[in-house]
């Protein structure tokens, strides 16, 4: 396949496996995407071009240097040393041990191929641990050891790969000489790493103080960082670019915290625009694991001597000899931790082996897996690439399928963990500690906080509401009610859901009854004629009915109908605009209005009715009614198209005055501890983009 086509066809079947997702929560995302890349890969017979040279600069490279911009410094630096002892020297010896164990189980990979093999294994996705470390309630101690761990493994984890695979290469090894060119690699990376991104942000500086100002110039400037890092370290110092990227990334984020005020609109575009580029990395270097996969099992069967079920026996031991190399580890830890004195609770053989089951496998072993040369240096295959590709795809998926089923059942908690390739929000949520007692308070969710914002810009809008621009704010209240609709329609459990629905539908019957009362009142005073009361009765069935179809009909079909809806109105307003006749306008207006008065009064009547029986009524329910028919009488009176520069004037100033309430409900919420950090940065950024369409359609107009 082309490389075009291809990367089109990538992005597709990313957008898909998270459409899929969305629905089926339970399971990570990347195991959907390995799943769609193995159906592809069935099906259409697809394989992906790999070229080795750039696969490690294209994956590595961004994926690392965003793990350093997010490395949450103040809460891991305390326990620095368990730390970089768990991602070196947990590396070291899974390398070695790992290595070791996995040439006696699987006697067809060679010691050095073994050894590779472990190393690659050894990373863990900072994203999934951190998702699963939080919700299992783990330790504090273990929670941030195997946080901090996960975000700094992967370049001790790739640097072993890396020197495995050399010897494996070159067909020589020596430990003295190993030793030697880690140091080299590992501290010349770490400076050229300092170094470049240094010179990079002055001269970023230079450009600003020349008038370079430009965001998105500075935002493709920032995200070509880690790629101009990388490559420095290795083409020009010949150092380790994986340790260049994470150092640069780790200083870059203690940089942007000094400059945030100064360039607000430069920060928050790079962050979204990080997310995309990490969402769509992580995604295709998943979907091509998927791609891969057959083409793996069957270059490893094609010699014959080893089978199905030898192969995922191979995968199941290597899977069992990281993890229990993980869970001893953590466990010796707490052992020692206990024993210093800095640890007085009893050990916990469970909370360790839920942090060795929190150790799922990631982007960073596939990306690197996938980067094996084919062939070595003498120019024979590499020895047993395909097994090793495999054994390395079925861990990763096989740690993934292990937690999803296991760790909800170990630790009694109902819960689906994250990976990199997740939903943006989620990942930033994930990444924030909210709260210092995070159990202390009982926040409100997202949707929650959001509706009590559009209850406050209702309450803003009924206060200015005046008489010259009631068609504009009733227009404005309609628009917040229907996004409280949605959040109502998201949060509501099935049986809370059809109850509130049975109750609105009950109401909008006692307007229509109010509506065929006013047209049989007009049509007895001989206002209006039996083709107008007619024709006006047929309105109201037909509104009646789709409303008892719409009730009874499932969900899913809300966008059908309201395209159905559209094209109703469509049609409406032709047939208006043909039949246009003065008297005949004026006519259908009277009786819109004066079927609205009395639908207002009927619900009026019925609340009033309901509340000294003891009836507990829907005010909401009620109020969105009542608002519906005022904004048609106000669109009677005002129509649109006769004041326009009026009304939007008058709409902007009401929204801006809504969106100020809004801001200070976010503030209430926050100090009232209803609402965490993470939250309130949501809540505030929809603000903001928010008053950005207000002040951009005002300058359009």
């Not at 110039?217 to 995200?223: A, D, G, P, R, S």
């Not at 290597?318 to 609770?345: A, N, S």
């Not at 982007?363 to 090793?388: D, N, Q």
């Not at 109401?507 to 007009?522: D, H, P, S, T, Y």
Request: hydrophobic fraction near 50%.
């Amino acid at each position: 396949m082309p490389i075009l086509e291809a990367v089109i066809f990538l992005v597709v079947l990313v957008l898909v496996s998270n459409i899929f997702g969305h629905y089926i929560k339970k399971v990570p995302v990347s195991l959907i995407q390995i799943g769609l890349g193995l159906l592809v890969a069935l099906l259409f017979d697809v394989e992906i071009p790999l070229e080795t040279n750039w696969f490690l600069l294209l994956f590595i490279a961004p994926l690392l240097f965003n793990d350093g911009r997010n490395f949450p410094r103040r809460e891991l630096w305390k326990l620095r040393g368990p730390i970089f002892a768990n991602a070196i020297l947990l590396v070291f010896v899974t390398t070695i041990l790992g290595g070791y164990l996995i040439y006696l189980f699987v006697p067809r990979i060679p010691l050095l191929v073994a050894f590779a093999l472990a190393a690659i294994l050894s990373p863990t996705d900072p994203v999934a641990v951190q998702s699963i470390a939080k919700r299992a309630k783990l330790d504090d101690s273990i929670l941030h050891l195997v946080s901090g761990e996960s975000l700094i493994n992967d370049a001790s984890g790739l640097i072993g790969f890396k020197y495995a695979v050399a010897a494996v290469t070159t067909g020589y090894f020596s430990a003295t000489q190993a030793v030697g060119d880690f140091t080299y690699t590992a501290v010349v990376g770490l400076i050229s790493g300092l170094v470049v991104v240094v010179l990079i942000q002055l001269l970023r500086d230079l450009l600003h103080n020349q008038g370079i100002n430009d965001v998105v110039f500075n935002v493709v400037f920032k995200i070509m960082t880690p790629f101009i890092v990388y490559l420095c370290a290795e083409e020009l110092f010949h150092a380790s670019g994986v340790i260049a990227v994470v150092a640069a990334g780790v200083f870059s984020n203690t940089r942007e915290s000094n400059v945030v005020e100064e360039l607000p609109e430069l920060r928050l575009v790079t962050e979204r625009t990080w997310d995309l580029v990490v969402y769509l990395l992580n995604g295709i270097v998943f979907v091509i694991l998927g791609i891969e996969l057959p083409i793996a099992m069957r270059a490893a069967l094609r010699s014959g001597d080893i089978n199905n079920l030898t192969a995922i026996f191979y995968v199941v031991v290597v899977w069992l000899v990281i993890l229990l190399l993980r869970v001893g580890w953590i466990y010796t830890f707490e052992l020692y931790q206990r024993f210093i004195g800095k640890k007085k609770r009893k050990v916990s053989l469970k909370s360790a082996f839920l942090a060795g089951l929190s150790g799922v496998r990631g982007a960073i072993t596939m990306a690197g897996v996938l980067s094996v040369p084919i062939t070595i240096k003498s120019g024979a295959p590499f020895p047993e690439r395909s097994l090793m590709l495999f054994i390395a795809a079925g861990v990763i998926i096989l740690s993934m399928v292990v937690a999803a089923i296991m760790l909800p059942l170990i630790s009694k908690t109902d819960f689906s963990f994250l990976t990199r390739g997740s939903e943006p929000d989620q990942v930033d949520e994930l990444m924030e500690d909210d709260d210092d007692e995070p159990d202390k308070y009982q926040h409100l969710s997202e949707s929650d906080a959001k509706y009590f914002l559009m209850q406050l810009a209702i309450q803003t809008v009924e206060e200015n509401r005046r008489e010259d621009n009631q068609r504009a704010a009733y227009d404005l209240i309609l628009n917040y009610q229907v996004i409280m609709r949605r959040l109502q329609l998201n949060s509501q459990s099935d049986e809370m859901l059809k109850e509130m629905l049975e109750q609105e539908v009950k109401l909008r019957q006692v307007a229509f009854a109010g509506e065929r009362n006013a047209l049989i009142k007009m049509l007895n005073k001989k206002v209006i004629t039996n083709s107008d009361y007619y024709s006006a009765l047929r309105r109201i069935d037909h509104l009646e009915q789709r409303l008892s179809h719409e009730f009874n009909s499932p969900t899913n079909w809300w966008t059908i109908r309201r395209v159905r809806l559209l094209t109703r109105g469509m049609w409406h307003a032709i047939y208006w605009w043909l039949s246009n006749k003065d008297e005949d306008v004026k006519k259908r207006k009277m009786i819109d209005r004066e079927t609205a008065k009395a639908a207002i009064k009927a619900l009026s009547k019925y609340a009033e009715v309901a509340k000294d029986d003891g009836v507990e009524v829907s005010r909401q329910a009620i109020y969105h009614l009542i608002v519906g028919y005022r904004n048609r009488i106000e669109r009677i009176k005002h129509p649109k198209s006769k004041s326009a520069d009026t009304y939007q004037e008058q709409l902007g100033i009401l929204r801006i005055k809504a969106l100020s309430s809004q801001r200070n409900g976010i503030v209430q919420l926050l100090e009232g501890h209803r609402i965490g950090r993470s939250t309130a940065q949501k809540l505030q950024a929809y603000v903001n983009y928010s008053e950005n369409v207000v002040m951009l359609t005002t300058e359009e107009e």
